[in-house]
């Protein structure tokens, strides 16, 4: 059984991050909880993909310390799984290969791994489209394959970076209900980045506001908005106050951001 005082899921100890004389993050610090939801908003440029990408391990910090799962990463963290905007798919695969590449280099066998991606095309509701590749499939298709792909191999974390930015209304609405569905049966510890607050209220059980850059953490919000989140929900007092207490904090530092650039 897990115990009470077991390591946050993900945890950053006074980490800051330089690009040569620039600084992306200041001091931040943060404990992400397991299967705590957590979405990052802020201005464009204060170092949300910077912080992302450092606790997947695709990057170090300058100073300060990441944790996954208790221990500091070395390189690449085979805990996180990333979605990024841009699908990320391998053109020359099938959408079933695209999802079962990680499984092969985990030596599964053919069954096996057939069963598993077969398991997860049908939980995004691509079945039918198996043996399709990318370049048949619509931006919201490829994305759901590369959603697919990263919880097939059933990572601890999961980290999006703006996911559903380049997708139309309707398909980012869908596959927003479609992400929901898929936490509130896995509860996987996700970090989720959106320049969307509505996205960000529906989405999180928590939302992090990031200051301009350098980035810092200037609020730390709990998303209390009862669930299903529909449009009864947008509508409730509770959800347009904090969608206004958060528009304020954003749109603070984004007028920082813009006089600090001129
Ligand atoms: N590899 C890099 N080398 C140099 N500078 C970088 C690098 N990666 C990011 N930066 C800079 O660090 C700052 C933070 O970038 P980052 O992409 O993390 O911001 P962001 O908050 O994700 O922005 P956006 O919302 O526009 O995607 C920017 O000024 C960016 O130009």
Wanted: glycine share 6%.
């Amino acid at each position: 059984m897990e115990s009470l005082t077991s390591a946050p899921a993900i945890e950053l100890s006074h980490v800051s991050k330089h690009y040569g004389s620039m600084q992306a993050l200041k001091d931040v610090s943060l404990a992400v909880q397991e299967g705590e939801f957590v979405v990052i908003v802020g201005a464009s440029g204060c170092g949300k993909s910077t912080m992302l990408n450092m606790i997947a391990g695709f990057d170090r910090p300058t100073s300060g310390r990441i944790q996954v799962q208790g221990r500091e990463n070395t390189g690449v963290n085979p805990e996180c799984g990333m979605v990024f905007q841009q699908y990320a798919l391998f053109p020359w695969m099938t959408v079933e290969d695209n999802i079962a590449f990680g499984l092969k280099m985990k030596r599964m066998s053919k069954a096996e791994r057939r069963n598993r991606a077969q398991e997860y095309i049908d939980m995004v509701g691509l079945r039918g489209f198996e043996k399709s590749y990318p370049k048949a499939l619509s931006g919201g298709m490829r994305q759901r394959v590369a959603i697919a792909r990263v919880l097939a191999n059933n990572p601890k974390v999961m980290l999006f970076d703006e996911p559903f930015a380049a997708l139309d209304a309707m398909t980012r609405q869908v596959l927003q209900e479609q992400l929901v569905r898929i936490y509130e049966q896995q509860r996987k510890t996700i970090v989720f980045i959106t320049h969307s607050i509505d996205e960000a209220l529906l989405l999180s059980s928590r939302i992090i506001v990031m200051s301009a850059r350098p980035g810092q953490v200037v609020q730390d919000i709990n998303n209390d908005l009862p669930h299903p989140r529909n449009a009864d929900v947008q509508l409730s007092e509770r959800y347009l106050e904090l969608k206004r207490h958060i528009w304020h904090a954003v749109q603070a530092e984004v007028v920082r951001s813009i006089e600090a650039a001129a």
